[in-house]
């Protein structure tokens, strides 16, 4: 039996086909990226760059797919090589452990991509994540900002240039700005008012950063609007990859 059947029945063959022949390079394998990447390996889209420097601590068992108490200090971007080679043994998986940044995204970005997925925390590698993929030409769906929110309801997805209210868009923007970008990126983002019910423990603040980048004081989060996120991310991407087509 064909496993992408229900697919081809409501997208139709030629999307299939394309979505087959696609290049999706997520960067960034947590709470977001875990999800988009799932849907994207459901659809079957045939070659994924997965990129990912984290490894699984205890904090992330409440919202990411690859975090259980059985793959505590496992590498995320293996664990999540050996969940898409389960759902989709047709999959091409080319997995990266590393950090972006300036020297990484050179090896980690290449023109042969049909989509660039930005689910990245760090602010200065998410700006040049996207910087360096539009600067090749290639689409960016981008997840603002899915910590301290709870309403699935509010969740957008939009232009940059249209979202509000989420305080990681708005610096986002800036930033990209400085930069002379101020359209063309598509965004997963929430207009609920971010919150946090109490305050954190002081040894969380470093949790999950592996050495890399400062640490910061972490954000309350809940399972259901990263899956959110994650899943509008990959929705997006299948409309790119059917609209414009890669083969």
Known sequence: MNQFARTEQLLGRDAMEKIKQARVAVFGLGAVGSFATEALARSGVGYLRLVDFDRVDASNINRQ????NSTIGRQKAKLAKERVTD????????????????DSLTSLLSPDLTVVVDAI?????????????????LPVVASMGAGGKTDISLVKTGDISQTCVCPLARVVRQRLHRRGLYEGVICVYSIEKPLNKQPYAQTDAVEGMSGHGRSRPPIGTIP???????????????????QTGCI
């Open 65 to 68: 797919l690859y975090a259980l």
């Open 87 to 102: 759902i989709n043994p047709l999959c091409t998986v080319d997995v990266h452990d590393a950090f972006v940044n300036a």
């Open 121 to 137: 925390d760090g602010l200065n590698s998410k700006v040049k994540l996207i910087c360096g993929a539009a600067g090749m030409g």
């Open 224 to 242: 259901w609007v990263p899956g959110v996120f994650g899943l509008n991310m990959a929705a997006e991407v299948v409309k790119i990859i059917t």
